[in-house]
């Protein structure tokens, strides 16, 4: 008892801190760190093990759409899926990395990283499962598994320790482990599933080996990574708009929905290896598919002044933002970033509920549903954590 006590009170002295930390000269991060204190007190589960609920309020009806098998039945899950909780180590690492706040660092260590280690999976090779270890064995998606390295991999960027890089190098070996020959190369989705290869496994995965690059400079991590690149582009891309399709199956069939996350990651992908090579190819291709996303995922009415974002999974959103903002560095036109901050400085106002949570509706027309999912409230976090570490010209 004394321990679920003890992990609760840490849990709201956290959020109490966050919520201090305003910061006038920088409102974006006083805005992600309010928004996390938010998520810390209504989200969290009070029980020592540093895990959230999936929704606020709390569904025990609540049906992953996300899985990869078709039976989305209700599940009583006391605590949130893997890719949920795993916005969680991506917000504080966004935020680690604008202000150097040891609070912050202490918090991921002492807490974001404890609560993630009930999702770690001994099977071999070892990696992370789509549910806690403590349930049965779940399955285990390549993606989810790409997110946690890039996120490893930032930190030891950041930070130089090497425990960081050590995780993210373990993680990347269980990915290695879902390329086959299959279509020519690729990353599957689903380690239980071998169906499709997903943009959303093989983008996210070049960016992650660009920086496993940057922290080894093994040129193995490069060559990796544009052989990576090369095969999404050509399997993947719609050629009319240069935007990225979903996945294709083992048959060779293109799924052809685009989303958010996926033409944004390939964005990020071509900016980094024109950072890392100054190959001019890999900028033409991040600009050109940068433009094709202003038109497809952003609408105008004419009344706002800027590009609205349509309406999407919030995280969605976020990892598209990653995109633009690694272009930004590189181009340093800044149109794109300043359409993603026109968009959460009017979601600010108009996207969030009495409790300070945020809906998906960019336009703020429509009303916010009463239940929230928790990784929508980490991405919209996370977006202005980011925001708030770069420096406009």
């Known amino acids: 008892m004394m321990k679920k006590v003890v992990g609760a009170a840490m849990a709201i002295l956290w959020a109490t801190c966050l919520q201090a930390q305003k910061q006038p000269e920088n409102s974006n991060y006083a805005r992600a760190s309010e928004s996390l204190s938010h ?3 209504l989200y969290a589960v009070a029980d020592g093990k ?7 309020p709390f569904d025990e009806q609540y049906s992953a759409t996300y899985l990869a098998d078709d039976n989305n039945q209700p599940k009583a899950n006391a605590y949130s899926y893997l890719w949920p909780f795993s916005g969680s180590l991506s917000a504080y690492v966004a935020l680690l990395e604008t202000k150097d706040d040891a609070a912050i660092k202490q918090h991921i260590d002492q807490s974001v990283l404890p609560g993630l280690e009930h999702y770690y999976d001994k099977r071999s090779p070892v990696g992370y499962a789509s549910y806690v270890n ?3 064995p779940s399955d285990r998606f390549y993606d989810d598994n790409i997110w946690l390295g890039i996120d490893f991999a930032d930190l030891y960027l950041h930070t130089k320790e090497k425990a960081y890089l050590n995780k993210a190098q373990e993680i990347w070996n269980f990915v290695q482990s879902g390329m086959d020959d299959k279509l020519g190369g690729g990353i599957y989705w689903c380690e239980q599933k071998k169906e499709s ?13 660009l920086k496993l690059y940057e922290a080894t400079k093994s040129k193995a991590y490069l060559n990796d990574a544009i052989s990576l690149y090369t095969w999404t582009k050509k399997n993947l891309q719609d050629p009319s708009d240069k935007l990225y399709w979903d996945n294709i199956s083992l048959a060779g069939k293109v799924q052809k929905a685009k989303y958010p996350y996926n033409t ?5 992908a071509g900016a980094l290896l024109y950072k890392l090579t100054q190959d001019k190819e890999y900028l033409k291709d991040a600009q050109e598919s940068a433009k094709g996303g202003l038109g497809y995922f952003f609408t105008s009415d004419g009344t706002t002044g800027y590009p609205v974002l349509k309406k ?6 976020a990892i598209m933002l990653r995109g633009y903002l690694e272009l930004y560095q590189q181009d340093k036109d800044a149109q794109y970033v300043q359409a ?4 959460l400085d009017k979601a600010w106002i108009s996207m969030r509920d009495k409790n300070g949570l945020f809906g998906k509706d960019w336009s703020g027309k429509d009303k916010a549903a009463d239940k929230k999912w928790l990784l929508d409230q980490f991405a919209i976090a996370e977006m202005y954590a980011r925001l708030a570490g770069i420096k406009m010209k």
């Open 134 to 136: 403590s349930a049965p």
């Open 50 to 56: 540093h895990l959230f609920r999936e929704t606020y």
């Open 312 to 317: 999407s999974d919030n995280w969605f959103i």
């Open 197 to 209: 290869k997903n943009t959303c496994s093989n983008a996210p995965a070049v960016v992650y080996l």
């Open 264 to 268: 944004g990651q390939m964005i990020q």
């Open 340 to 343: 993603f901050q026109k968009n």
């Open 39 to 41: 998520i810390e007190k």
